[in-house]
């Protein structure tokens, strides 16, 4: 019988020393200033939101590179379809990326025309972020989404320069985070009108072909744009909650390493892929009627929309059915509440709307398709295991992990059936500055010049 021998002192050295070096190596990533926190309570609150360790000086540039790589595999897979003659596909691939580069770098270019408008004007100008007209040139070549994450950069750089708490902490601290939120909301546009459209497209390619070679290059390429594209598709929603919540000062934050955020990464994760799944197993053997249940399911989110209140455009009917619309066809593909408020009450005829519309093209779809019969099973296995975790992952998040539960924010029966006190809402805002006006007699009042647009999310 073989006896192990014990770890040698020289081995015991070599891991305790490693041991060591990674919780220096971890302390100095976490590094934070200004290292004291303000005295100011109000300051200190948006100092501990957006604090800036040496991760948030580099995830900037992480989040600029998974954009680039994003676009880099859209064009491979592209390419793949262009040097088979699908020449359609190929369009179509590059099309959505397009059009979502395009879409994004519009409302990017808006965004800073709304902030020189605003009292955010004079702090960005303040703290040498000012916006320059040749900002807008960038967008015109597309280059929105990275300019802003050099945006975020500077900012970062110009919080952490102050090592002590200074005048001013409070201004740099909110337009961090305001900042964060910008990028977020652009990162869900791409999110709706990119990845989920993707999915959608490179999965009805594989079907109609009717084979997959993982040998082949090509075939592999168009296989992982498939995961690719979900794995951001929730991981964009997962920033958007994220920053929404860091934005109100009322509310427990999302944090990145947690039991919340993961099961709302699953959440997103599933049910994005089971619907499309659906989707794409009924469009390769009924190709137009898709568009029909499309149709029929966009017809039905808007008349649940309808109810819900929308005050995002004041009196101007014209744009907030435009708006509705806009959500309507975000619901096509997952749940994405109009009012941040009763989630519950829009949240489940929207989920039994989708199981059975689901079951009914899965079903139909296994009962005339010439697939074998193990692929079929493979298929409706696959489609009902997703929409199950999902809606574990779901319930699990908003009965036992929802940020709220464990906080003192407003009841609402979206995270607890047992408190409906208040309505409560987190609604998104960009940048909603207040400019104290000092009057006569000593007093002062904050004034908001601009209210901008809001987003309001149950999330």
Known sequence: MDVKEPLSPNCLCQCVSCGATCRRLFEWIKDTRPYEPPKDPETRIWYERGNCTRFDLLFPFLTALVALLDFAFDFKVAVTHYGRGDNAWGSLTMGFAFVSLLSINILSASWYLEDQRSFKKEILEKNGLETKRWFYACHLVLCGGLLRCIQIFRTVRLIRSRKTASPGDKERYRLYIAQLQDSSTLGVLEAFME?????????????????????????????????????????????????????????????????????????????????????????????????????????????????????????????????????????????????????????????????????????????????????????????????????????????????????????????????????????????????????????????????TFEIATGL
Not at 239 to 263: G, H, K, M, T
Not at 401 to 406: A, E, G, I, M, R
């Open 195 to 451: 990845e989920a459209p993707q999915v959608a497209l490179q999965l009805y390619i594989l079907l109609k072909r009717g084979s997959l070679d993982l040998s082949s290059f090509e075939d592999l390429i168009v296989a992982l744009s498939i995961p690719k594209s979900l794995a951001l598709f929730a991981f964009n929603l997962l920033i958007y909650a994220r920053y929404i919540r860091v934005a109100d000062e009322e509310s427990r934050q999302l944090n990145w390493c947690s039991l919340p955020s993961l099961f709302f990464f699953v959440w997103r994760l599933f049910m994005l892929t089971s619907r499309i799944l659906a989707l794409a197993l009924f469009a390769s053997h009924f190709t137009r009627f898709v568009f029909v249940v499309g149709g029929i399911h966009f017809a039905a989110s808007y008349a649940l929309l309808w109810r819900q209140e929308c005050e995002y455009f004041g009196g101007e009917r014209i744009k907030q059915a435009f708006f509705r619309c806009a959500i309507a066809y975000v619901h096509v593909f997952c749940f994405f509440p109009l009012e941040g408020k009763n989630t519950r009450k829009w949240g489940y005829p929207y989920y039994i709307l989708i199981l059975i519309e689901d079951a009914v093209m899965v079903l139909w779809w296994s009962f005339l398709t010439n697939y074998d019969l193990t692929f079929r099973v493979a298929m409706l296995t696959t489609e009902w295991a997703t929409y199950l975790i999902g809606v574990i992952s779901l319930v699990l998040f908003y009965r036992f992990f929802h940020p709220s539960l464990d906080s003192t924010e407003l009841g609402t029966d979206e995270t607890d059936g047992r408190r409906n006190q208040t309505e409560f809402k987190i609604i998104y805002k960009r940048a909603r500055w207040e400019k104290n006006v000092q009057y006569s007699n000593g007093t002062s009042m904050a004034v908001i010049p601009i209210k």
